[in-house]
């Protein structure tokens, strides 16, 4: 059994460490809040007590992270420990620019880097309805399957490094548009006398569908807003999809609202809270 190692163990790292525990594989993982030890625990995976650890044993390593400044504290911590052949698939959505500069700088000592992006919550991924888009070079990509297989649905490959992360940012537009424009929707019905039930069951059965409101659409209604991914999280990734296109002359309006909404939803208190509370922004106007 190959001991796959994992740094980070946050919403989107359990369930990664959830899908390779039962693909046979054993999982060693980090994280500093000290609950991760039991969720690990839970899965049958080993908690090590720092990063260093983590690579000292696993040749593979995932990286599940909050953004860029985590990734590049997290290899770091690492860097002088990895042996040549060994492999970060980093999950984290995070920075285009850096994934290329991290991977061409390992590359130099023979270390191989994949952009490994998850489409889909953390829950869609502990249930293995996610997909993976990755960036890195093809022998890398393909040494790498059968941990990529364990975790997506379907799984893409994109070309060098940093293109993962750039169509998880494309990908991460229409997610979080659809989302948004949802909310709106259903709180336009709402407070135009519209039952919120019924409001849904026919945005979901006429040409307005979206796959948000099969995974979203519930949450919005019954104001459970358990995170399975985090309002602070999706604007982190807005920030970085506004620095990014502005790099590459991309239009992006409706991206800038959005990060409008997202941040009053901070202020509002919701950045714990999952996505599917932007709902409040509409519902309750007059709060903001």
Do not use: W
Request: charged residues 20%.
């Amino acid at each position: 059994m190959e001991a796959i190692g994992l740094i980070g163990v946050g919403l989107l790292g359990t369930a990664l460490a959830a899908r390779l525990a039962g693909a046979g594989f054993e999982v060693h993982g980090y994280d500093p809040d000290p609950a991760a030890a039991g969720r690990l625990a839970a899965l049958g995976a080993v908690a090590e007590p720092a990063a260093l650890d983590v690579v000292r044993g696993c040749r593979r390593v995932f990286f599940s992270l909050p953004g860029p400044a985590q990734v590049r504290e997290a290899i770091a911590a690492i860097e002088a420990s990895l042996a040549s052949g060994s492999m970060i698939l980093d999950t984290t959505t995070g920075d285009p620019a850096d994934v290329e500069r991290h991977a061409a700088a390992l590359a130099v000592r023979g270390i191989h880097y994949l952009d490994c992006e998850i489409g889909g919550s953390s829950k869609q991924t502990e249930a293995g309805e996610a997909i993976v888009i990755c960036g890195g070079h093809a022998e890398a990509y393909a040494a790498a399957h059968d941990l990529l297989a364990a975790i997506g649905a379907k799984i893409f490959h994109t070309g060098a490094p940093g293109t993962g992360t750039r169509m998880k940012l494309a990908l991460n537009i229409a997610i979080g548009l659809h989302r948004a424009v949802m909310a709106e929707s259903l709180a336009f019905a709402e407070k135009n006398g519209i039952e919120a039930e019924r409001a849904l069951e026919i945005l979901k059965a006429g040409p307005a569908y979206s796959r948000a409101m099969d995974v979203k659409g519930a949450k919005m209604l019954s104001r459970d807003y358990t995170p399975e991914a985090r309002v602070a999280q999706h604007l982190k990734d807005v920030r970085i999809i506004l620095e990014t296109g502005g790099g590459v002359g991309a239009r992006l309006p409706l991206s800038e609202l959005h990060r409008q909404l997202l941040e009053e939803a901070v202020e509002r208190g919701f950045a714990s809270l999952d996505n599917s509370s932007v709902i409040e922004l509409f519902r309750n106007p007059d709060t903001a």
